[in-house]
C-alpha cells in the first residue's frame, strides 16, 4: 500500500514536501516513482527512484526543481519541490514498480501499486 501526503496550496516560487508512505512491501528494495496529472490532462510521470536508489531518473519538465529521497527506516520516499509553479498544480500520485521509460511519456502498465494521490496548487 502506498499513501501520499503533504499536498496543499502554496504560492509560486513556494516549496512543499510530499511524502509516499510504503506499507507491506520495502521501499528499499522497491523503484518509487512520483506521477501528477493536471486537471484536464493525462496522468505524466516525473521521477524514478531505482531499487538501489542509485539512480533518479526526472522528467525535464521538474529537472532542478524537484529531488527525489529516500527514508530506508521509515520505508517513505519523499518528493522535495521547489521554486513551483502554476503549472505544477495537479494531483500527485507515487506508484512502485517505476521505470525509467515512465519518465519519458512511457507506459504506466507495470506499475504495480498506486496511492490514492495528494492535491498540489500553485495559485497566488
Known amino acids: 500500500q502506498l499513501v501520499e501526503s503533504g499536498g496543499g496550496l502554496v504560492q509560486p516560487g513556494g516549496s512543499l514536501r510530499l511524502s509516499c508512505k510504503v506499507s507491506?512491501?520495502?521501499?528499499?528494495?522497491?523503484?518509487i516513482g512520483w506521477f501528477r496529472q493536471a486537471p484536464g490532462k493525462e496522468r505524466e510521470g516525473i521521477s524514478c527512484?531505482?531499487?538501489?536508489?542509485?539512480?533518479?531518473h526526472y522528467a525535464d519538465s521538474i529537472k532542478g526543481r524537484f529531488t527525489v529521497s529516500r527514508d530506508i527506516a521509515k520505508n517513505t520516499v519523499y518528493l522535495q519541490m521547489n521554486n513551483l509553479r502554476p503549472e505544477d498544480t495537479g494531483i500527485y500520485f507515487c506508484?512502485?514498480?517505476?521505470?525509467?521509460?515512465?519518465?519519458?511519456?512511457?507506459?504506466?502498465?507495470?506499475?504495480?501499486?498506486w496511492g490514492q494521490g495528494t492535491q498540489v496548487t500553485v495559485s497566488s
Open positions: 506508484g512502485a514498480d517505476c521505470s525509467s521509460n515512465m519518465v519519458r511519456g512511457g507506459s504506466f502498465e507495470d506499475i504495480e501499486y
Open positions: 527512484l531505482s531499487a538501489t536508489a542509485d539512480v533518479n
Open positions: 507491506g512491501f520495502s521501499a528499499e528494495w522497491s523503484a
